[in-house]
C-alpha cells in the first residue's frame, strides 16, 4: 500500500511541475541522442580507410583502428554508467533524507553528508564523463590524465561541490529566495580566483623560452620579434617540463597571461603505440603554433569562455533558488519542516545531470569556433610557418577521423585533417 501511496505523490508532482517533467525528458532525450551517436562512432571507425596521404605502416595502422574501435565502444560505455550513476543519486536522494529524518539525523548533517556523497561521485566517474563542476581554465585540458586521487584533483572536486553548496546553504537561510544574488556574485568571485591561481602555478612552472636550452638562437631572436610586435612579454611564453604530450595552451585573464610550449612538443614524442614514429617539428612549426596561442590572448577567449560559463551557472542558479521554493512536502518523501536548502541541493543535482550533455555540446561548439580564430590569427600573422606540419604529423599519431557527427558533439578542436587542409590552400595563395 505504501508503494503504491508513492507512485501516486509521484504522479501529482508530475502534474503539479511540468517544468520539472519536461526538464527531465530534455536530459533523458539527449543522453540517448549522445549515446546513438557514440554507437554511430563505432560503426564508423571500424570502416574507416588507410590515409593515402600519410606514412604508416599496414599494421601500425590496422593496430590504432582496433583501439580507437574499442575505445569508441567503452565510451558507451562508459558514459552509460556515468549518467545512469548521477541519475541514481539524485533520484535517490529524496528517499535517503527521509531515511536520516527516520533516524534522527539533522538536516544540517544531512546537508553535509550529501556534498560528501557528491563529491565521491564526481571524484570516481569524473574518468568515465566529465561531470557538472566549476569549469576548469581554458586548456586544463591538458590535465586530463592527471590521477584520480591526486591532490590536484581531489581539491578541484571538493570545490566544485563546495563552491555552490555551502553558499547556497547559508543565502538562502538569510533571504531565501533572493540568496541567489549572493551565490551568484560567490560563482563570479570563485571564478576570478580559480582562473588567476592556475596562471599563477602555470607561470611558477615554466621555464621562460629565453632560458630554455632546447631552442635555438635563431628562433629566441624570431620569436622575441614577433611577440613585440604583437604586445606581448618575452616572459609571458615559456615551456612546461611535464608529462603531458606535444601540446601548447594559453591562458589569461585580463591581462595576466601566460603561453606554454610542452618540452615533448619542442624535442620530440615518439607514438607509444607505434614506436617506429617520432612527432619531430621544426622549429618554424613552434613558432606558428605559439602564434596560434598569442591568437587565444588576442581574442580573449579566456575571458570569454570565464564569461560563458559564469552566465550558465548563474541562470542554473536563479532558477534552482526559484523553482525549487515551494514546501518541500509537495514532493515526493520531502516531509514538511524539511529544510529548504535540501530541496535546492536536490534540485541542483536535477539541473547538474539533465543539462549535461546540452551544456556540453553548446561549449565545445564554442570552443571549435575559437580554436577556428585562433588558427586564423596564425595564418594572418604567421602562415608561412609551416603550422600545418604539426596537425599533419598528429595525423600520424591518430590516423582514423572521427565521424563528423560524433565531432560536433564531443571535439574541442576542429579535426586536424580538416585544419591541415585549411592552411595548405591558404599557403599556396599566400606563401612563395
Known sequence: MEFFETLQNVWTVVLQYKWLTALVIFGVTSFVIYRLVDFLQYLHTNKFPKPDDIKITD?????????????????????????????VFITSIPFLVHWCNQKGITDGYVYMILMGLSFLLNLMLSKLF????????????????EKTLQPGNMAFHFWGIVSWSVPAYFFWDYFQVNGW?????????????????FIYSIKKAAIPYLE????????????QKYLKEHGMRDSEVGVLRMNMGPNAFATSLLGYK???ITEELIQGYKDPTNPEYTLQLSEDTIEAITSHEVGHIKHRHVEKGITMGILISSAVTIAVYHLFSADPSNYVLFKEGTSQQLLLYWGQSIFNTMLLYPITFM???????????????????NGCKNGKDFFHQIRHIAPVNNLSLWHSCNGTHPPAHEREKRMLEWEKEHCK
Open 59 to 87: 599494421d601500425a595502422f590496422k593496430d590504432k583502428k582496433r583501439r580507437k574501435s574499442s575505445r569508441s565502444m567503452k565510451t558507451i560505455w562508459k558514459g552509460a554508467s556515468s549518467w545512469g550513476g548521477q541519475l
Open 130 to 145: 566529465p561531470l557538472w563542476t566549476p569549469v576548469r581554465p581554458y586548456a586544463c585540458r591538458a590535465f586530463q590524465n
Open 181 to 197: 544574488i549572493g551565490s551568484v556574485f560567490f560563482i563570479v568571485i570563485s571564478q576570478l580566483i580559480q582562473v588567476g591561481l
Open 212 to 223: 630554455y636550452p632546447g631552442l635555438s638562437d635563431n628562433f629566441k631572436k624570431n620569436m
Open 258 to 260: 601566460q603561453i606554454v
Open 363 to 381: 561549449m565545445l561548439f564554442i570552443s571549435r569556433r575559437k580554436e577556428t580564430q585562433a588558427d586564423t590569427y596564425l595564418l594572418n600573422s
